[in-house]
């Protein structure tokens, strides 16, 4: 990202000013708003949650005074304010892809769904669209991905989510000629496959969070979809179905991530995993056949080799979300972005038995975890994609504890947007 301090204070310079609408104002969605604030050269300038009271809360909070912030749903009304100064805030999500006055569009929603509509909604606008909905991108990013580049739009993941680091690693690594072996993250908490918003009620409420949001963390599936969006921005595979997950500390980890020959974890190169003990780091795994460059990497205390670990220690969420936004105005390029399509894939596992005529809730809810596995294993089970489960799923047979939920056990009872853009995803479209 170097050099996006002075271009942006270049533009305000010349009067300019990067506009972005926000759908969500939950805790990702605030401190974009906070962190913008305190920038050059852009601005929040619409807002949309289902609750306006959030948006009015979450300007508040940056510093926005009240009298800066207009509550609207009228398009005209909303375009003529953020020309004369103002934010907008509205319950009408869909009102911000339409708007003049608005450049790139985030989507802080974290629902597979809406995520799925607001990206499309951008891109039929022909506005930039930054997901901090990884869920929704290991569902249908690939289609959206390929609307977006013949609109002349981008669509991305964004810096600051463990996947956009993983990536800044990748392409750093990849540039310089490095082979990379191993792409991870570290996870906060140890799995626990059982994990539902009851379990995770009492901790969530200590930190604010959702006991939803909090279970699927825990669970496991967060991971998996991370990991998964990093496999098809790479072309990399998942070891084995779900990951190997070890615990272990950093050092370790050059031994560990190489092939069983040679005393690690591996079957092959090239994979994604995640380490309980790294937390809340990311890595990458990497080697080279260039004995000077051995040398180099020894002198310069990275090991002893031939693995060497490159890790960020940390990543900072939707605080580092507006260098995607400005990457994206100024130089039309994700941060990161389905690039080999489907390569894995997260399927749902049935967290509990579950019997024939139950209705499936959503990501960490009660019913079902997402686990990675290869798009090819995906396809022989027929396995049914994590982001496409809600209480339109509907169990026609009973699925047992542990077992992978597949379409040929389910149906639809209702079609929610992102089941039409999966199946046109599956058509090849």
Do not use: C
């Not at 805030?89 to 569009?105: K, N, P, R, S, Y």
Request: charged share 20%; no cysteine; glycine share 10%.
């Amino acid at each position: 990202m170097l050099g996006l301090n002075r271009r942006l204070k270049a533009l305000a310079a010349e009067g300019g000013l990067i506009r972005v609408g926000l759908i969500g104002a939950g805790q990702m969605g605030r401190g974009l708003i906070s962190q913008i604030e305190g920038m050059s050269g852009m601005k929040v300038v619409a807002t949309a949650d289902i609750f306006p009271e959030n948006a009015k809360q979450a300007y508040a909070k940056a510093g926005v005074s009240p009298s800066l912030v207009k509550e609207t749903g009228d398009r005209e009304q909303a375009d003529k304010a953020i020309a004369a100064g103002q934010v907008i805030v509205t319950d009408q999500a869909e009102m911000i892809a339409h708007l003049d006055q608005v450049d790139v569009i985030v989507d802080a929603t974290g629902i597979p769904d809406v995520g799925a509509q607001i990206a499309w909604q951008a891109i039929m606008s022909k506005k930039h669209i930054v997901m901090l909905n990884v869920e929704a991108d290991v569902t249908v990013g690939p289609l959206l991905h390929k609307l977006a580049s013949s609109a002349g739009v981008v669509y991305t993941g964004s810096a600051g989510d463990e996947p956009g680091a993983v990536m800044e690693l990748y392409d750093f690594a990849d540039a310089l000629g490095f082979e990379v072996v191993a792409l991870g993250k570290g996870k906060n908490n140890p799995l626990n496959l059982a994990a539902n918003p009851d379990s995770a009620r009492e901790e969530a409420q200590l930190k604010g969070a959702s006991p939803k949001m909090l279970a699927s963390f825990q669970d496991g599936t967060k991971t998996m979809v991370e990991m998964t969006a990093v496999a098809n921005a790479t072309g990399f595979l998942p070891d084995v179905p779900g990951m190997h997950g070890p615990k272990a500390k950093l050092a370790e980890l050059p031994t560990l991530f190489s092939l069983q020959e040679h005393g690690g974890l591996l079957k092959q190169k090239q994979i994604v995993d995640y380490v309980d003990g790294v937390a809340p780091g990311v890595f990458a795994i990497i080697t080279t056949d260039k004995p000077e460059v051995h040398a180099e990497m020894k002198y310069l205390k990275m090991g002893n080799g031939p693995h060497y670990v490159l890790y960020r220690p940390y990543h900072l969420t939707s605080l580092e979300t507006p260098l995607t936004i400005a990457r994206a105005f100024f130089d039309r390029q994700p941060t990161i972005a389905p690039y080999h399509g489907l390569t894995a894939e997260t399927v749902a596992v049935a967290k509990q038995s579950l019997a024939a005529g139950e209705a499936l809730d959503g990501i960490g809810g009660f019913t079902a975890y997402g686990r990675i596995v290869s798009a090819e294993e995906k396809q022989k089970q027929n396995a049914l994609p994590i982001g496409l489960i809600g209480p339109h799923v509907r169990l026609k047979r009973s699925v047992e504890q542990g077992a992978i939920i597949t379409y040929d056990d389910i149906e639809f009872t209702d079609q929610p947007f992102i089941v039409t853009l999966r199946e046109l995803l599956d058509r090849g479209m």
